[in-house]
């Protein structure tokens, strides 16, 4: 019991000691709910204060920063496969035998240049043979039509001239088209691959004579998550790391987007383009690719100004040069500020220094913070 008493006696003198040199007690003990339990009543603050002052007379001592704006960085980062802007299998349209190559492993080419030509003097005869068909028939028909007004020639007679000539005109269309079909020609410029094929090689009709890419531009396919497939749309900037080369950083944007959410994955094909300057990427390699997506505007406010309890976080405003209690709903954390959800708006006051003896509704002396408060001369940092 003697031990159980000087315990008490030994607290009551703490607490007693803590209030009276220490100004911030009292609303502590005041929101425990002690000074109730004791029997007690807390100071009220002078009249038409709003509000009970602790620790002396006079409106609170504060600090307080502007509300600024700020936006949520969301960033989706991804992995994905890069591909040429164009690629393309060149096949035989026809059988015979390679008489000439246009180019060698791994050449850049132009559009329309040759690539292969098979034989074809069977088809330059046929052009030649169709050309002298058309003379022959052009000049039946120039004769026909001089002897038609000597009433010499019959309605069926100029009929079948007429035909001759159309036939024959068709003929060399076929023959220059057939021996057209015996050179292979670029449908766009750009660089060839490792060739298979040789002069004197026969090959038939589909078998492959060269793959051709333009990776002028590469595209990278990529899938983000269902939730921003409204905040994505083509031309948006990216980023793209190449993993095979580390520490580059590549722009680029978006270029297309599918029309349809995997079902299975709840993602979305999205597929961005780069400018392949230097020729140093190629289709096949894997790029982790970064896309900033806009965020949504909020306010911003100093860390310092985020109090908590067990309702939750909340800051202190200065409303009319009173203290306002505001709940706040916290949305992204950064180094100098937190944007958080609230009735806040930009160049609302907050209080950062001096919330410890604040209340709802007590008066405010807004004033500047300590560290901006020069020294007297000659004095000394501790």
């Given at each position: 019991?003697?031990?159980?008493?000087?315990?008490?006696?030994?607290?009551?003198?703490?607490?007693?000691?803590?209030?009276?040199?220490?100004?911030?007690?009292?609303?502590?003990?005041d929101?425990?709910?002690?000074?109730?339990?004791?029997?007690?009543?807390?100071?009220?603050?002078?009249?038409?204060?709003?509000?009970?002052?602790?620790?002396g007379?006079g409106?609170?001592?504060?600090?307080?920063?502007?509300?600024?704006?700020?936006?949520?960085?969301?960033?989706?980062?991804?992995?994905?496969?890069?591909?040429?802007l164009?690629?393309?299998?060149?096949r035989?349209?026809?059988?015979?035998?390679?008489?000439?190559?246009?180019?060698?492993?791994?050449?850049?080419?132009?559009?329309n240049?040759?690539?292969?030509?098979l034989?074809?003097?069977?088809e330059?005869i046929?052009?030649?043979?169709a050309?002298?068909?058309?003379?022959?028939?052009?000049e039946?028909?120039?004769?026909?039509?001089?002897?038609?007004?000597?009433?010499?020639?019959?309605?069926?007679?100029?009929?079948?001239?007429?035909?001759?000539?159309r036939?024959a005109?068709?003929?060399?269309?076929?023959?220059?088209?057939?021996?057209?079909?015996?050179?292979?020609?670029?449908?766009?410029?750009?660089?060839?691959?490792?060739?298979?094929?040789?002069?004197?090689?026969?090959?038939?009709?589909?078998?492959?004579?060269?793959?051709?890419?333009?990776r002028?531009?590469?595209?990278?396919?990529?899938?983000?998550?269902?939730?921003?497939?409204?905040?994505?749309?083509?031309?948006?900037?990216?980023?793209?790391?190449p993993?095979?080369?580390?520490?580059?950083?590549?722009?680029?944007?978006?270029?297309?987007?599918?029309?349809?959410?995997?079902?299975?994955?709840?993602?979305?094909?999205?597929?961005?383009?780069?400018e392949?300057?230097?020729d140093?990427?190629?289709?096949?390699?894997?790029?982790?690719?970064a896309?900033?997506?806009?965020?949504?505007?909020?306010?911003s406010?100093d860390p310092?100004?985020?109090?908590?309890?067990?309702e939750?976080a909340?800051?202190?405003?200065v409303?009319?040069?009173?203290?306002?209690?505001?709940?706040?709903k916290?949305?992204?954390?950064?180094?100098?500020?937190?944007?958080?959800?609230?009735?806040?708006?930009?160049?609302?006051?907050?209080?950062?220094?001096?919330?410890?003896?604040?209340?709802?509704?007590?008066?405010l002396?807004?004033?500047?913070?300590?560290?901006?408060v020069?020294?007297?001369?000659?004095?000394q940092s501790?």
């Amino acid at each position: 019991m003697r031990q159980l008493l000087l315990s008490i006696l030994l607290i009551a003198g703490t607490l007693a000691l803590w209030v009276a040199y220490v100004p911030s007690a009292m609303p502590v003990l005041d929101r425990l709910g002690v000074l109730d339990l004791v029997g007690l009543e807390a100071p009220e603050a002078d009249s038409g204060s709003g509000g009970r002052r602790f620790g002396g007379g006079g409106p609170a001592a504060v600090v307080v920063t502007e509300v600024d704006e700020g936006t949520i960085r969301d960033q989706v980062i991804a992995i994905g496969d890069g591909q040429a802007l164009r690629n393309v299998t060149v096949r035989a349209k026809v059988t015979g035998q390679v008489v000439e190559l246009g180019l060698s492993d791994g050449d850049r080419v132009e559009a329309n240049a040759v690539l292969v030509r098979l034989d074809d003097e069977a088809e330059r005869i046929a052009v030649e043979r169709a050309r002298l068909v058309l003379d022959d028939a052009r000049e039946e028909a120039e004769r026909i039509v001089r002897l038609e007004n000597t009433g010499a020639v019959t309605e069926v007679r100029r009929r079948e001239a007429n035909l001759a000539l159309r036939t024959a005109e068709l003929g060399l269309r076929q023959a220059e088209f057939d021996l057209a079909e015996r050179t292979v020609r670029a449908p766009f410029a750009g660089w060839a691959g490792v060739l298979d094929i040789s002069v004197g090689d026969r090959v038939s009709s589909g078998d492959t004579l060269v793959t051709l890419t333009d990776r002028s531009k590469i595209l990278i396919d990529f899938h983000v998550p269902e939730r921003v497939v409204g905040r994505i749309a083509p031309g948006m900037p990216l980023a793209a790391h190449p993993l095979a080369l580390p520490g580059l950083e590549l722009a680029g944007e978006v270029h297309a987007l599918d029309n349809i959410v995997d079902s299975t994955s709840r993602t979305l094909r999205v597929q961005g383009r780069l400018e392949n300057d230097g020729d140093r990427l190629r289709g096949g390699m894997a790029f982790e690719v970064a896309l900033s997506l806009p965020g949504e505007a909020l306010p911003s406010v100093d860390p310092l100004a985020v109090q908590w309890s067990s309702e939750g976080a909340y800051v202190w405003v200065v409303r009319d040069g009173k203290a306002a209690r505001v709940p706040v709903k916290i949305r992204q954390r950064n180094a100098d500020s937190v944007l958080v959800e609230a009735e806040l708006e930009p160049g609302d006051q907050v209080v950062t220094e001096g919330v410890q003896t604040l209340r709802p509704g007590a008066e405010l002396r807004i004033v500047a913070p300590q560290a901006a408060v020069k020294r007297p001369p000659g004095a000394q940092s501790l």
